[in-house]
């Protein structure tokens, strides 16, 4: 048998009958090393390498950094900051929900915690509100994967580790599809209002936009601080993150909304957190390893070329394999696995790497809302308390909206290339 035939049907077969997908990566890479005769060190050699990143750690001091957001009450003061400025509008929490997100998006990079934190404030009031639960789930979720799209990205610093890119340049480039996939989502959310009369605040005096604006003012500084520094060169991506974490620390407690106490608990879940991705981008490497040493990037963009040769049409054919890669893998472990093959790909075709990275970062993002691995879908479904197909089927208008501004920034390059062109030029 072709060991990369069976390094796939080990994999997928013990993905079907459910085993963890670190544990399938590790298992299905070893079972075709042992096939093919290849050193068993290959194992630990690889889990090792896929790693031994300093940019990596900035992973862990990201996560930690959305705990404290979290657990430090900050999602109140963004809740009630976004009141005073969308809440006016027709569907008013929709579009609360969406502009927090935007902004938690700056803070924490994790869409799942994004998820987690905001929805559990949020859909329930919007349930009570007489919301759709279905609706309220799918914007919910939808609106957390701006955490992996707006600047910190954990997935973009693990794309640019890997991918040897600009993380600076990166996060400069997920800054405009960003803003759009927020202000599509925001238009989608006003004709749902408007189809089924979802209510709004009054609108809110300037002194009360000044009030919650003053109590935001410093939680909004952190994006600027983080994003600034990396661009301006004060600092890498993660010395950025070690930053922002004593920043959010000096944060929690000049507002008294986080005891000292607490503190071992919320390292010791973030440690938790930071050990689930990295043990599955550590298997993910030696899959990714031996996908690119059975031959399968030059195999994949013969296939391709075959069909297209055209840059766009690579891009669009990239963009339907992630599509269909992200419903079953966390976009960290498709990143690490299909890196070999998006690279050859892009090489074939002449991509810039920092576009492709932004490109292939929000396709995977449409994974976190798509079952059956649909991470922010799931979260958002266990707090509203309703079946997945229901929310899937609510959520699928907005993957279409976001899907046109992938295809947008595909066809017309220079929207999401332009802030890092100006601002990092080479």
């Known amino acids: 048998m072709n060991p990369l035939i069976l390094l796939l049907i080990v994999?997928?077969?013990?993905?079907?009958?459910?085993?963890?997908?670190?544990?399938?990566?590790?298992?299905s890479s070893m079972v075709t090393i042992i096939y093919i005769d290849l050193p068993f060190t290959s194992v630990i050699n690889h889990m090792f390498a896929s790693i031994n990143s300093f940019t990596l750690l900035a992973v862990p001091f990201f996560l930690l950094l959305g705990s404290l957001m979290n657990d430090g009450g900050i999602t109140n003061r963004l809740i009630n900051f976004s009141r005073t400025l969308?809440?006016?509008?027709?569907?008013?929490?929709?579009?609360?929900?969406?502009?927090?997100?935007?902004?938690?998006?700056?803070?924490?990079?994790?869409?799942?915690?994004?998820?987690?934190?905001v929805g559990s404030t949020l859909i329930p009031a919007m349930v009570k509100e007489k919301y759709d639960a279905g609706f309220t789930v799918a914007i919910t979720a939808a609106s957390s994967t701006l955490g992996v799209i707006i600047p910190?990205?954990?997935?973009?610093?693990?794309?640019?580790?890997?991918?040897?890119?600009?993380?600076?340049?990166?996060?400069?480039?997920?800054?405009?599809?960003?803003?759009?996939?927020?202000?599509?989502?925001?238009?989608?959310?006003?004709?749902?209002?408007?189809?089924?009369?979802?209510?709004?605040y009054p609108r809110a005096t300037i002194k009360e936009v000044r009030t919650s604006f003053k109590q935001a003012v410093a939680t909004l500084l952190l994006p600027v601080i983080i994003?600034?520094?990396?661009?301006?060169?004060?600092?890498?991506?993660?010395?950025?993150?070690?930053?922002?974490?004593?920043?959010?620390?000096?944060l929690m407690f000049f507002y008294k909304s986080l005891k000292v106490k607490e503190l071992p608990r919320i390292l010791k879940e973030s440690v938790i957190m930071y050990s689930?991705?990295?043990?599955?981008?550590?298997?993910?490497?030696?899959?990714?390893?031996?996908?690119?040493?059975?031959?399968?990037p030059e195999l994949v963009a013969d296939f391709i070329t075959n069909i297209t040769t055209s840059s766009s049409g690579i891009y669009l054919m990239i963009v339907a394999f992630l599509l269909v890669v992200g419903t079953f893998l966390s976009p960290l472990e498709a990143i690490i696995i299909f890196l070999p093959i998006l690279m050859?790909?892009?090489?074939?075709?002449?991509?810039?790497?920092?576009?492709?990275?932004?490109?292939?970062?929000?396709?995977?993002?449409?994974?976190?809302?798509?079952?059956?691995?649909?991470?922010?879908?799931?979260?958002?479904?266990?707090?509203?308390?309703?079946?997945?197909?229901?929310?899937?089927?609510?959520?699928?208008p907005i993957?279409?909206?976001?899907?046109g501004v992938i295809l947008l920034g595909v066809f017309v390059p220079n929207l999401f290339l332009f802030l890092p062109n100006l601002l990092m030029p080479d």
């Open 227 to 250: 994003l600034g520094g990396i661009v301006g060169g004060f600092f890498t991506p993660t010395e950025a993150a070690v930053i922002a974490v004593f920043y959010a620390l000096v």
């Open 11 to 27: 994999f997928f077969g013990l993905i079907f009958i459910r085993v963890p997908i670190a544990f399938a990566l590790g298992i």
């Open 86 to 117: 969308v809440g006016h509008i027709k569907g008013g929490l929709g579009h609360i929900n969406i502009l927090v997100s935007m902004i938690m998006a700056g803070l924490s990079g994790s869409a799942a915690a994004d998820t987690a934190a």
């Open 276 to 296: 689930l991705p990295m043990f599955a981008i550590a298997t993910a490497g030696i899959m990714g390893w031996l996908i690119g040493y059975l031959h399968a």
């Open 399 to 403: 993957i279409g909206l976001t899907l």
């Open 344 to 396: 050859k790909l892009g090489a074939i075709a002449n991509l810039d790497p920092v576009h492709m990275g932004i490109i292939v970062c929000l396709t995977l993002a449409v994974g976190m809302v798509t079952p059956p691995y649909g991470i922010c879908l799931l979260i958002a479904t266990q707090i509203a308390e309703i079946s997945t197909p229901r929310a899937f089927l609510a959520v699928l």
């Open 152 to 200: 910190p990205s954990i997935m973009m610093v693990v794309y640019g580790a890997m991918a040897q890119v600009s993380i600076g340049k990166l996060f400069l480039a997920g800054i405009v599809p960003g803003i759009l996939i927020g202000l599509v989502q925001m238009g989608y959310t006003y004709y749902m209002a408007v189809k089924h009369d979802y209510p709004a």
